[in-house]
């Protein structure tokens, strides 16, 4: 019986070379033929919180301070804080230990609500310009910054976490349930460019 | 095949050859050549017949401003060849003939009978006595149109979508629109360059004319387009027609691949601050006799054949003109081959000086004030006549071609798009921008201007105008561009109006529809007399060259007859999309993105028929028998599962969550307490049932709700709009797909959780309405609420979404030996109607209250504090008579099939309609619930329905209490 094991809502069209259990997931630290990038990076193993509260700008999590700015984000130890509007914002642990659910109320443990991906590579925003009309590359916003919207019409939180012409990354969340197509739309848009299913290890180079 | 092979303008690659079919044979080109150009290399002359006359018709224009040369290409009609690159192998069809080619056309003799087709042909003939249209539309059909589509047709070919961003967007990569992108860019903004052609450098890209003391026009077209290639935030779109603007500065536009990119077609749309609009300008067409007689066609047409393709357009030519253009056309040809044998210039006056001299010294005679008045020859022209405009006498010429133009026309359709007003302008003769909306201008030929410097002048200006619009750049560099544009020539004299002075029964003011002046004088003598009544009785500009053609001359034509009440001559309407586009452009990538849940593998590969409900897929059946007998019966006796994670999940947290709840659900939310679920509904202010589900707490103002799949993505949204003003600390989060849902149901479905928990799920300790949260095989947290939907003992278990696979794996394995099974929607759909429980949607509609439902005492009308969102509609709809209300029936016939869902109930006149009815498997009976109205709605009252294909065979049933099955419910509770 495997009742402990957990799935992503995705599984990416390559074949893993090194995986590890964390938690009940399998997570998947490399695929064979990552070649050099982009790279589509399945994180929904990830913990995710929400955080919603009249007081919001006075809260600190685990000691990290939350955007005083809608659409602002900041990443503190692996730890992405984005403000969605006045009294909400989104988190979602990337890298190190995983923190545990504050024992406030104004927390929801919402890891399983959403898969989360990474696009990285040199030409990720040629790739999601395909996806959708928000615009990731404002000159306006410097990264880590928050978009809500659609992403293959589908509503999406997408964060811009690197940007520069060399290297970077996209990452965004969406409904569990659209993680078959928005996959499956991804790699289309990727193809041209050789996007490739890549393990948990290459958002390493950018977190 | 005989080219021009050493032009420095060629648009080829001589290395490169491709080969097309065409009527049976293989014809050779050069890669660069579009399907028109190479056939007309190889002589193809006629390229198609037209649409009512099925009158040849050969090359016009090279940018698709008619319906000439559409053509069927690898299977896909109307496609424009004038701007296709070939492809070696294609498959070229002519369109709207009987017969390999458009040589010849046994149809063609409609064209003797065009008298019989009138104006308006359409509208008033044929339609009396009725039945003829039938018949007459058939033939009509048969002998008119543009190409063949199958109903089955499915479009080849790979499209794509992009959503390119742009602080300055600008259409057109001339040396208007390519001097707009550097002023932009050196500001620094993203700038966004849209160009139909397959290469930027417009107007001056094919012209050998002098530049300056260091260049020719297409030698500076090149350094410009090197230039904005050099640019990083300058990004060029070639082969890319703009085909729409919206508000705010949306454009869209096409983009069409000719080589070896990912797509054949690629729908691209931009968000821009700034809009500069740099389309130029294309020929106003002469009207004359068969103005489209093939050998006829526009002076850019035949001089962009030779310099950009190599392919004199024939041996001997006229010109036919009322532009500087045509004159500089009619020097380069001759000196090219072309053996032009006089120029025929409407303009009295105005031409340069140095192109007449030119013409002189090559012994080309200039026949100013003149215009051709006619073609002649039988399918392709061969000879032309010459008139003055104000005089007598002629002059016939025998030529292969004839180069007419009346003058230049603005292409200001994107502008008219964009809100725009325009205006005419007596002294340019164009449509001129008068009021343009914010962010959006307009730079270039389409402005008047011919003098190369003030064509770029006015695009650099209008380039830093729109990144003024951007806050990039200042007023005094606006001032300084303003000032620089002054000292250059401003817009130039338009060519004056061409009487018309012939009948004009085959001059066609629109190729497309075979529409002509005659045409037009019909329509007006009938009283339609403004251009856009014209347009639509004579159809003209509504072809697919959409109104290319017309769109000038039409409004021109109106005014210059004085016969119209609007004197100034009025453009009329243009609409997106500007160029034809394919719906597969449209549909871009076309991402199906559907939900799937976490056990969707699983319901597949246990034979589960997936049906979209909404955004979900649900499996509906588990086999092909659509009673679902089995399934049904197995609920009922042992034990089934059904994937219920599609519900609303919700928690609502906060000092003031009761206060919300209590204004959305129609209950008495207080009541809520732990380790019980509420069962209650949401009503919107008409009081009509919107939203079901279950509350339960799980600590102190923490609160998990459920909601009906349809209405999950709105729940959230619900609750924020109806509390908006009142200011409550509470707040709601999605948990929709954090659990999944496992619907264990049957009288053993106990055993099989009892088999997965250490928790005590007895009927003592897990009672029916009750709530517990527990571990599944000491490890899986659960959520558990014993609810009754189908009728029996039923556990519905909310799971965390990634455990949900194994969560199902185990219980299928733990239910084996109690004859656990899969269940799906349509079983218990059939499960629900036997316990009488009424799903939204199905057994309401936007009008059914929740009294209509019998629902009445879910509503409590007393609550303290909260108005309830639908309680004044619910008091006064309360005993309102004449309502349509929920009953039961059971059908008279045990024997007669189910009435469809839908069908009315009548009684002289319809008394209701059913809402869902079932064989019942249980009851071994057809059982249903049906609105109806109040005096229908007694038990025994016999309702009489009707089904849409009952031929007069009326079904009967008998309202019967409800529910069906287990009326005291004690199975829910065993």
């Known amino acids: 019986m495997t009742i402990h094991q957990r799935r992503s809502p995705v599984s990416l069209p390559a074949r893993p070379v090194k995986t590890e259990m964390r938690d009940g997931w399998t997570v998947v630290l490399e695929y064979a033929d990552e070649g050099e990038g982009p790279w589509l990076i399945d994180l929904s193993h990830r913990s995710r919180f929400d955080i919603q509260d009249g007081a919001i700008d006075q809260m600190t999590p685990w000691g990290f301070s939350i955007p005083k700015v809608p659409l602002e984000s900041v990443f503190q130890n692996g730890v992405l804080i984005n403000r969605m509007n006045r009294t909400q914002a989104s988190i979602w642990h990337l890298a190190g230990e995983t923190p545990r659910l504050p024992p406030e109320s104004a927390f929801t443990d919402v890891t399983e609500a959403a898969l989360l991906i990474a696009l990285v590579g040199k030409p990720v925003f040629s790739i999601i310009e395909k996806l959708t009309a928000m615009d990731l590359q404002d000159s306006r916003k410097a990264p880590p910054f928050l978009l809500q919207g659609p992403v293959v019409h589908v509503p999406c939180q997408v964060v811009v976490f690197k940007r520069s012409t060399e290297q970077s990354a996209v990452l965004w969340t969406c409904s569990r349930g659209y993680g078959h197509d928005m996959i499956h739309a991804v790699m289309d848009a990727g193809a041209e460019f050789g996007i490739r299913p890549a393990g948990e290890n290459a958002l390493s180079a950018v977190v | ?974």
Request: with cysteine; net charge neutral; proline share 5%.
């Open chain 2, 1 to 974: 095949m005989n080219r021009r092979m050493h032009l420095p303008t060629l648009r080829l690659d001589p290395q490169k050859k491709v080969a097309i079919q065409y009527g049976g044979r293989s014809y050779q080109g050069i890669e660069g050549d579009t399907i028109a150009t190479l056939l007309y290399a190889n002589g193809i002359r006629i390229f198609g017949r037209s649409l009512k006359y099925h009158r040849p018709r050969g090359l016009y224009s090279l940018d698709g401003e008619c319906g000439n040369t559409l053509m069927e290409v690898d299977g896909i009609p109307n496609v424009r060849t004038e701007s296709t690159p070939a492809k070696d192998g294609m498959i070229v069809k002519a369109q709207n003939v009987i017969g390999k080619t458009a040589e010849w056309d046994p149809m063609g003799f409609l064209d003797k009978f065009s008298w019989a087709m009138p104006a308006g042909f359409y509208y008033r003939t044929l339609h009396k006595p009725a039945a003829v249209w039938p018949v007459a539309a058939r033939w009509i059909r048969k002998a008119a149109g543009l190409g063949v589509l199958a109903p089955d047709f499915e479009m080849k070919g790979r499209y794509d979508e992009i959503y390119p961003k742009a602080d300055v967007c600008v259409i057109g990569g001339g040396p208007a629109g390519m001097s707009a992108a550097l002023a932009a860019a050196q500001t620094g903004l993203r700038v966004v360059l849209l160009e139909n052609r397959p290469w930027l450098g417009g107007f001056f890209d094919y012209r050998p004319a002098v530049y300056n003391e260091n260049g020719t026009l297409y030698e500076r077209a090149r350094v410009l387009a090197e230039q904005v290639q050099q640019v990083d935030n300058i990004r060029v779109f070639t082969h890319t027609a703009a085909v729409g603007a919206y508000n705010n500065n949306l454009i869209t536009a096409v983009q069409r691949c000719g080589g070896a990119a990912s797509f054949d077609q690629r729908y691209v749309e931009i968000r821009a601050e700034s809009v500069v609009v740099a389309t130029g300008c294309i020929e106003r067409p002469l009207l004359f006799e068969n103005n489209e007689r093939p050998g006829v066609m526009q002076v850019g047409c035949a001089h962009r054949l030779a310099r950009t393709w190599g392919v004199l357009p024939g041996e001997s030519a006229v010109f036919s003109i009322g532009h500087d253009l045509g004159l500089e056309a009619a020097v380069d040809l001759n000196d090219l081959g072309l053996k032009v044998l006089c120029v025929a210039d409407v303009r009295q006056d105005g031409q340069k000086e140095a192109l007449l001299s030119e013409l002189e010294k090559r012994n080309i005679p200039v026949l100013k004030g003149w215009a051709v008045v006619e073609a002649l020859g039988r399918k392709t022209a061969n000879r032309v006549t010459l008139a003055p405009l104000n005089g007598t006498g002629s002059r016939r010429f025998d030529c292969d071609v004839l180069a007419a133009s009346a003058g230049l026309t603005p292409l200001t359709g994107l502008l008219t798009l964009a809100q725009g007003k325009l205006r005419y302008d007596d002294h340019t003769g164009f449509f001129l921008p008068d009021k343009l909306p914010r962010g959006v201008h307009a730079a270039g030929r389409l402005l008047g201007f011919d003098d190369a410097f003030s064509v770029e002048a006015s695009g650099h200006r209008a380039g830093l105008c729109a990144a003024a619009d951007c806050g990039a750049s200042s007023r005094r560099e606006i001032q300084t561009a303003d000032d620089r544009l002054a000292s250059l020539p401003g817009p130039v004299r338009g060519s004056a109006w061409v009487p018309v002075s012939a009948e004009g029964k085959k001059s066609f003011i629109c190729f497309d529809e075979d529409a002509t002046l005659k045409h037009v004088r019909q329509a007006m003598a009938m009283g339609f007399d403004v251009p856009e009544l014209i347009k639509r009785f004579t159809a003209a500009g509504t072809g697919p060259g959409q109104g290319g053609i017309a769109g000038h001359n039409l409004p021109l034509f109106v005014s210059q007859t004085g016969l119209s009440p609007a004197p100034d001559p009025k453009p009329t309407t243009v609409r997106s999309p500007l160029i034809p586009t394919y719906l597969a452009a449209y549909a871009g990538t076309r991402h199906d993105m559907s939900k799937r849940t976490p056990v969707h593998d699983s319901q597949l590969s246990a034979g589960g028929r997936m049906e979209r409900i909404g955004v979900w897929n649900r499996a509906r059946y588990f086999s092909e028998d659509r009673s679902c007998r089995l399934e049904v019966e197995n609920v009922r006796n042992n034990v089934g599962v059904l994937d219920a994670s599609t519900l609303g999940k919700f928690r609502i947290h906060g000092p003031d969550a009761l206060k919300a709840l209590e204004r959305v659900y129609v209950g008495d939310m207080s009541k809520v307490s732990p380790g019980r679920i509420k069962y209650s509904a949401m009503c919107n202010e008409d009081g009509c049932l919107i939203d079901d589900g279950v509350i339960v707490e799980r600590g102190e103002n923490d609160y998990y709700l459920t909601a009906s799949t349809g209405r999950a993505g709105e729940t959230a949204e619900w609750f924020r709009y109806h509390t908006r003003y009142d200011g409550w600390n509470y707040h709601i989060v999605n948990l929709t797909d954090v659990f999944g849902v496992i619907n264990l149901a049957g009288p053993r479905a106990r055993e099989v959780l009892q088999a997965i928990t250490d928790a005590d799920v007895s009927n003592e300790a897990f009672p029916f309405t009750g709530y517990r949260e527990f571990l599944l095989w000491s490890a899986v947290p659960a959520r558990a609420m014993r609810l009754g939907f189908v009728g029996e003992l039923s556990y519905e278990l909310h799971v965390p979404s990634s455990y949900m696979q194994a969560v199902w794996d185990g219980i299928m394995d733990a239910g084996k030996g109690f004859g656990i099974r899969n269940f799906g929607l349509e079983s218990q759909n059939i499960l629900r109607l036997e316990k009488g429980h009424v799903i939204i949607g199905a057994e309401s509609e936007q009008r059914t209250t929740l009294h209509d439902l019998g629902l009445g005492f879910l509503w409590h009308r007393h609550k303290p504090e909260a108005k309830t969102v639908g309680a004044a509609a619910l008091r006064q709809t309360e005993e309102q008579k004449g309502r349509l209300k929920l009953v039961g029936f059971n059908m008279e016939d045990p024997s007669s099939p189910p009435p469809k869902d839908g069908s009315v109930i009548v009684d002289g006149t319809i008394r209701g309609y059913v809402c869902t009815a079932r064989y019942s498997v249980s009851l071994k009976a057809v059982v249903g619930m049906a609105l109806v109205e109040d005096s229908l709605a007694g038990v025994g009252s016999r309702l009489e329905i009707f089904e849409d294909d009952c031929n007069g065979n009326r079904l009967y049933a008998e309202v019967v209490k409800m529910p069906f099955y287990d009326p005291h419910g004690v199975r829910l509770r065993m």
